[in-house]
Structures are given as structure tokens and as C-alpha cells.
T-cell receptor, first 112, second 118 residues
Framework: GDSVTQMEGPVTLSEEAFLTINCTYT??????LFWYVQYPGEGLQLLLK?????DKGSNKGFEATYRKETTSFHLEKGSVQVSDSAVYFC???????????FGKGTMLLVSP | GAVVSQHPSWVICKSGTSVKIECRSL??????MFWYRQFPKQSLMLMAT?????????EQGVEKDKFLINHASLTLSTLTVTSAHPEDSSFYIC??????????????FGPGTRLTVT
């Protein structure tokens, strides 16, 4: 079945540092890929998405490129802020079923 | 737009009692809603998918007689945890899919409900 693997956290960075959170996936079809963010005590919010190979999703300074050849969708940000501290989930949606399969989440802690 | 609410945000109940959690789409019609369970430091586990007006589809290993799901209208789905036990304590999150939106695959998530069974 479909699966998503994320790097384990927590990822601890200083403000303005460069961020990479790795995500790889296994899917039988051609899934859509997502990054969700969960702030403390809140539900998940869609951060960005990509629906086909080589698409780049971007939002709020975060980017991720759908790499079919490496089955990856790594999340990057050039300069993190304290307010980016949250848990980030990589997910995929199989077009045939439209349900989401999540990775285990990666906690990001940004210090001033 | 695309706001999903849950009520209550947290609830404490005694072992053996039942508790109902509501999930509402506030500004769109949701033909499909999803219920997830999240353990501490774990990912979201899909429990069931509910379509308005029909029976929910449960994932393997989820007891449908214990987790009753009702999706009676296009804006409301409820999850009832029956005869709750301490091991049911968890964070329950719902999401809704808006077929009228630009992306039929995008789900909008509620803020979650923290259930503690004593």
C-alpha cells in the first residue's frame, strides 16, 4: 500500500537558518503530494501541494518539488522564523481513492 | 473560506460512558468527511470516511460498533465513542472535502478534539 516516510525530529534551528525536511513516498499510482503544518493545539493546515511530477508547491517561503524519479517531496525554506515552530506532515493522496496517507510528522523548533 | 469546526475542543469522560464529537463545515458543503485519530508524537490514522446520507466506511481494525459515525447533513458529521475506555483517550481530528472547490482532493481539517477517559 501507499506510505510516506519523513525524517524524524525534532529539528532544532536558529532563526534565519535554512530548513530541509526530507519526505519520500511509496505509491502504486501517480499521487498528489502535500505538506501540512500543525501548530500547537491546532488542527492541520495545508501548507503547499503538488499534483504532478516536477511541480513545485510554494507558500509562505516554503517550497517543495515533486520528484518522481526519487519519489521525494522535500520541504525547504531559506530562512526560518520562530513562528515556523510546528509539526510538519508530508502526505499523499492517491487519485483513485482521494484519501490521505500521512507521514509521522517532523517537529521543527526554531530559537531566536 | 473552507473552515471546519469541531466541538468540543476537549472533553473528559468516565470509563463506560459515551461521548459525541461534532464536526461542521462552516462555509461549504461537505459531501465527504473523514475522521482521524492522532496519538502523541504519531501521525494521523484514518479511522473512517463518511459520505452524506450513507453509512461510513471504516478502516481495517477500527470497531464500527464502538466508533459510531453519522453524516446526516452536508455540513455536519458526528463521531460517538461508545462505552469509552482509557485506551480511547486520544486526539480526534475531522476533515471535510469540498467538491465545489478547485481541487476535489483537498481536505480541510478541524482543530481537533482532545478526549480523556478516566
Amino acid at each position: 500500500g501507499d506510505s510516506v516516510t519523513q525524517m524524524e525530529g525534532p529539528v532544532t534551528l536558529s532563526e534565519e537558518a535554512f530548513l530541509t525536511i526530507n519526505c519520500t513516498y511509496t505509491a502504486t499510482g501517480y499521487p498528489s503530494l502535500f505538506w501540512y503544518v500543525q501548530y500547537p493545539g491546532e488542527g492541520l493546515q495545508l501548507l503547499l501541494k503538488a499534483t504532478k511530477a516536477d511541480d513545485k508547491g510554494s507558500n509562505k517561503g516554503f517550497e517543495a518539488t515533486y520528484r518522481k524519479e526519487t519519489t521525494s517531496f522535500h520541504l525547504e525554506k531559506g530562512s526560518v522564523q520562530v513562528s515556523d515552530s510546528a509539526v510538519y506532515f508530508c502526505a499523499l493522496s492517491d487519485r483513485g481513492y482521494s484519501t490521505l496517507t500521512f507521514g509521522k510528522g517532523t517537529m521543527l523548533l526554531v530559537s531566536p | 473560506g473552507a473552515v471546519v469546526s469541531q466541538h468540543p475542543s476537549w472533553v473528559i469522560c468516565k470509563s463506560g460512558t459515551s461521548v459525541k464529537i461534532e464536526c461542521r463545515s462552516l462555509d461549504f458543503q461537505a459531501t465527504t468527511m473523514f475522521w482521524y485519530r492522532q496519538f502523541p508524537k504519531q501521525s494521523l490514522m484514518l479511522m473512517a470516511t463518511s459520505n452524506e446520507g450513507s453509512k461510513a466506511t471504516y478502516e481495517q481494525g477500527v470497531e464500527k460498533d464502538k466508533f459510531l459515525i453519522n453524516h446526516a447533513s452536508l455540513t455536519l458529521s458526528t463521531l460517538t465513542v461508545t462505552s469509552a475506555h482509557p485506551e480511547d483517550s486520544s486526539f480526534y481530528i475531522c476533515s471535510a472535502r469540498d467538491w465545489a472547490g478547485q481541487s476535489s482532493y483537498e481536505q480541510y481539517f478541524g482543530p481537533g478534539t482532545r478526549l480523556t477517559v478516566t
